[in-house]
Every structure is written in C-alpha cells, then in structure tokens.
C-alpha cells in the first residue's frame, strides 16, 4: 500500500500553527480552521482575514491590560464619567472640559492637574474617573490620598526605606493625591510632612504628570506645606462651588 499523501495546505496549515505557538500567540487549531472555511465563502482578504484572526485575541489581552492597571491603581472606588451625575452642579465641571482630561493627553505631555472645590461637588468621583480613562489608555497611574501618603513616607523614614518609596511613587505616569489638606492629624505628628511631600513632587516634576485634589484655596497652601506651594501655584483646573 502506498503511504497517505498529505496535503501542501495542511503542510502549511501545521507551520501557521507551530509560528503562532512560537510567537506565543494562542490561536487553536479549531478557531483557525474555522476561520479559513469562513474566509473561503465569504472570500476575505488577506487583511479581513488576519484582523479576524488575531483582533478577537488582541481585544481580550488589552481588555485584561486595562483591568490590570486599574487594580494596581488602588481606586477606593469605581468610579466613571459615563457614572457622573452631570445635572447634580452643572456649573460646577465643565463637561468639555473633563473630557478633554480623561484624553490623557496632559499626561502625555507630562503637565500637571490641581481640582480646588468645596467638599461633596464630586471631585473625588471625577480625578477617578479620569483616573480610570487613563488607564484605559495605557496610562500607569497610582491613587493616594495626601494622609495616606503622608503616613507611608512617614513609616518608611523609621525603617530605612524612603529612597525605595520614593522611587515607588516617581514611577506612575499619573500620581493622583486627593484630600491634601485633610490631612491635620498627619502633618502634626509629622514634622516632616512637607519635606516628604517636596521630594515626591521633584521627583516627578517635568517627568510625570501629578494630580491634586482639594478644597483648600491656592491662598492657604502656604499654611499646609510652604515648602511646595510654588511648585503647584501654576497648575491648572479649579471647579469651586457656585455662589448661590
């Protein structure tokens, strides 16, 4: 008897496969196989074909990307601009406005965010959706609040591991510090509350982009930290509560 004649299409079917498992690329042989019949009747091109192929595979790796950075991020909260009550202020954001930041574009250009308003507008809902976004985006970010911050800094002086804290906080493309000047009982056990907070923002100034939450005005920062307010006195977006 002679010996089964394989196929040149089987041939080269088995070598797409041992490329994709070379390049660790997980397309099953069922998944790939089925797509060559679709392609067959519905005469794809080369490009309808590979999009099909490897979008679906892409989607998920990006979609797992995106839910890993948001993890690391360590949000309080899930919190989303499509989530936000827009009609609750509606003087108090500019819609535009905080889109064009969730974008991320300022990040992208490394500048830097301050959001000044009264408690209870939805500042923190918004730095966290915006958060969120860049995530989204491709963006690394990290969440702490200024206390929290504060009494991490603060832990690692006594264990000898600031400069590796420090290094942890220069990496984020985005650093978000809310509630900075909630922090009374912090900055009083803590004479070198300022100190610390200064080297985390020289760390990243003009590298990374940093953002500040607080309902403290620009005039009262020289109350809570001297030593860094003229490093923030030019950043940018207000929302303060609308005179009634």
């Known amino acids: ?6 196929h040149p299409t089987t041939l080269l079917r088995d070598r797409c496969l041992s490329h994709f498992a070379t ?6 042989p069922e998944a790939l196989d089925e797509l060559l019949t679709r392609a067959e009747k519905e005469h794809l091109s080369y490009l309808s074909f590979l999009d099909r192929l490897l979008g679906a595979e892409a989607g ?18 899930n919190k989303t601009l499509e989530g936000f009550d827009w009609n609750f202020n509606p003087k108090t954001f500019d819609r535009t406005q905080m889109e ?14 301050v959001m000044v308003g009264w408690s209870g507008i939805g500042k923190s809902h918004m730095i966290q959706a915006i958060g969120q976004k860049a995530c989204v ?22 264990d000898k591991t600031l400069p590796v804290r420090l290094r942890h906080y220069a990496k984020p493309d985005l650093l978000i510090i809310d ?3 909630f922090d009374k009982i912090e900055r ?20 990374r982009s940093t ?8 005039e009262q920062w020289g109350n809570i930290s001297p030593m860094v307010r003229w490093r923030w006195h030019s950043w940018t977006v207000s929302s303060r509560e609308p005179s009634s």
């Open 1 to 6: 008897m002679k010996g089964k004649t394989t």
């Open 23 to 28: 390049l660790r690329v997980p397309v099953q």
């Open 60 to 77: 998920a790796r990006h979609e797992r990307a995106v839910a890993r950075r948001i993890r690391d991020a360590h949000f309080p909260e």
């Open 100 to 113: 064009e930041l969730a974008t991320g574009d300022f990040i992208r250009r490394r500048t830097n965010l």
């Open 137 to 158: 985006n491709g963006y690394r970010v990290m969440y702490q609040t200024s206390a929290g911050l504060l009494t991490d800094l603060t832990a690692s002086l006594a």
């Open 179 to 181: 509630e900075f000047g």
């Open 188 to 207: 009083g056990e803590c004479p070198e509350a300022a100190h610390l907070l200064y080297k985390i923002i020289a760390a990243r100034n003009q590298k």
């Open 211 to 218: 953002a500040l939450v607080t309902n403290v005005d620009f």
